[in-house]
């Protein structure tokens, strides 16, 4: 399937940002106090310095909650005037019920409706498409979107292929319909489930519930096989970036941001050489916050928009990879 060109005359446009990061910051030289690897391995082969790790009793609700109050107080819109709540997360606060149910009740969003998007990485990408949908055919008018991961409680923390390379935190937008500018000009959903094994928390569904044996051997913990992620990584966001451009008609040139999966600067440099971008306007965070799945793209959102780096008109380009597999890239005119 091509990617999706919208020629709809209503829009959707993000009108408010929030991120919420926990206090604690665990650095390289923390995590060498952990397992057997060391501050020059983690910084050459990834880019990351640090990471946010959420307190014992701060949970993916908690986080995306007060980032999503953060979007509605920047945006002016009140919790009651929110109609949907989308959730991305693969480490939601209960199996069920879900995460956004959590917020909504949280942010007092008494007339939304809310459900939890499950892409991994690629979710909030995905969610923004959904949420797109909502406010183009006129059916909504207040749209939150958030990605919020406390990836620390699923991770192997003997497993130095993995636990250096993820940390928690929660960004969030207030998607509104306007007939102003283009919105959301282009996106590509993909995915292959042909794929599974290669990034999964092997337990704890229906597949493999959790017994003790399950939890002595980690198999209710995060699972890569990282070689073959990167080079999946690689050609998938790069292609899905082709793509959108291509059948937009929009230059990369013209590109103001690009605002990339934040999981590895090898994997962000070759996205830039593979399709000539302007290095100086991809925007990186990764070396603060690591690889925060659904929360990266909006985190960066965030930090953009309150750093004064955006202004009405600016083209975003945002590509996103995860388990799933699923990728997913997006156009959006801020
Ligand atoms: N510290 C020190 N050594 C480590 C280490 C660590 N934290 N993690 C792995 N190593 C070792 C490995 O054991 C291996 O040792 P060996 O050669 O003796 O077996 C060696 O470093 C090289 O490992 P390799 O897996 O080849 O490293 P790499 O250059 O491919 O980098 C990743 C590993 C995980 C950083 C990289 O593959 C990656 O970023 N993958 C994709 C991540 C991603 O995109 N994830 C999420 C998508 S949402």
Redesign the pocket.
């Known amino acids: 399937m091509t990617p999706k060109v919208s020629s709809s005359k209503i829009h959707s446009r993000i009108v408010g940002t929030g991120a919420y990061l926990p206090e604690r910051i665990m650095t390289n030289a923390d995590l060498e106090k952990i397992?057997?690897?060391?501050d020059a391995?983690?910084t050459e082969?990834?880019g990351i310095r640090e990471r946010r790790i959420a307190a014992d009793d701060e949970f993916t609700s908690d986080m995306g909650a007060k980032a999503a109050q953060q979007a509605l107080t920047m945006a002016g819109v009140t919790a009651d005037e929110v109609d949907l709540i989308i959730v991305s997360t693969f480490t939601p606060d209960t199996i069920f019920p879900s995460t956004a149910c959590r917020i909504q009740h949280a942010i007092g969003a008494k007339k939304a409706g809310a459900f939890d998007l499950q892409a991994?990485?690629s979710g909030f990408l995905y969610s923004l498409v959904v949420a797109d949908q909502f406010l183009i055919s006129g059916l909504y008018r207040n749209i939150l979107v958030i990605g919020s991961e406390k990836i620390s409680s699923v991770l192997n923390w003997n497993d130095?292929?993995t636990c250096?390379?993820f940390g928690d935190g929660a960004g969030a937008v207030l998607l509104q319909a306007t007939e102003q500018g283009r919105g959301l000009i282009v996106s590509d959903l993909r995915s292959d489930g042909g794929e599974t094994e290669m990034?999964t928390i092997p337990a704890s569904g229906c597949r493999m519930p959790v017994t003790q044996q399950i939890l002595d051997q980690k198999s209710n913990c995060l699972f890569?096989a990282?070689?073959e992620?990167?080079k999946k990584?690689v050609t998938a966001m790069g292609g899905s970036m082709g793509h959108c451009l291509k059948s937009s008609g929009i230059d990369s040139q013209e590109i103001k941001w690009v605002v990339p999966?934040q999981?590895?600067l090898?994997?962000i440099d070759a996205l830039v050489q593979r399709l000539d971008l302007p290095r100086e306007q991809v925007y990186v965070n990764l070396d603060r916050f690591g690889?925060m799945?659904a929360a990266c793209i909006p985190v960066a959102l965030h930090e953009l928009n309150v750093s004064g780096k955006l202004e009405r008109g600016d083209l975003i380009l945002m590509t996103a990879?995860?388990?799933g597999l699923t990728w997913a890239s997006a156009i959006l005119e801020w």
């Open positions: 397992v057997e690897t060391t391995w983690i082969r990834t991994a990485c130095r292929n250096v390379l990034l890569m990282g070689k992620v990167f990584a999966h999981a590895n090898r994997i690889n799945s990879f995860g388990g």
